[in-house]
């Protein structure tokens, strides 16, 4: 069983960076595909990222919604059992719980195919 943390939401100007956190324990993290999702309020959570599990024969493969491409960034440390997002140009419309989950293949973009969640961190982005 897998427990993820987030942490490193809260409140930020339209413009700003943030970055939110996601640490993961009680499996072998470095067999996990990582990901990140959101749900804003009156809205169906959805994909924003994600990234691969540690292969040795190819590089680190990342996956990215369109509406965050070139601002946000995904990144893990297998060492620390964390997964970050790093927020740069945030908008408005990125305000959201943002939710880490992982999945012990290759689901990428596939939200259903994530085992396991975290409680989410909010992130709010001001006008």
């Known amino acids: 069983q897998v427990q993820l943390v987030e942490s490193g939401g809260g409140l930020v100007q339209a413009g700003g960076s943030l970055r939110v956190s996601c640490v993961a324990s009680?499996?072998?993290?470095?067999?996990?595909?990582m990901g990140w999702f959101r749900q804003a309020p009156g809205k169906e959570r959805e994909f924003v990222a994600a990234?691969?599990?540690?292969?040795?024969?190819?590089?680190?493969?990342?996956w990215y919604t369109d509406a965050v491409k070139g601002r946000f960034t995904i990144s893990r440390d297998n060492a620390q059992n964390t997964v970050y997002l790093q927020m740069n140009s945030l908008k408005p419309e990125d305000t959201a719980v943002y939710y880490c989950?992982?999945?012990?293949?290759?689901?990428?973009?596939?939200?259903?195919?994530?085992?396991?969640w975290g409680q989410g961190t909010q992130v709010t982005v001001s006008s």
């Open positions: 009680g499996g072998t993290f470095s067999r996990y595909t």
């Open positions: 990234i691969g599990r540690r292969n040795p024969w190819s590089s680190q493969r990342t």
């Open positions: 989950a992982a999945e012990d293949g290759a689901a990428g973009v596939v939200e259903s195919e994530y085992d396991y």
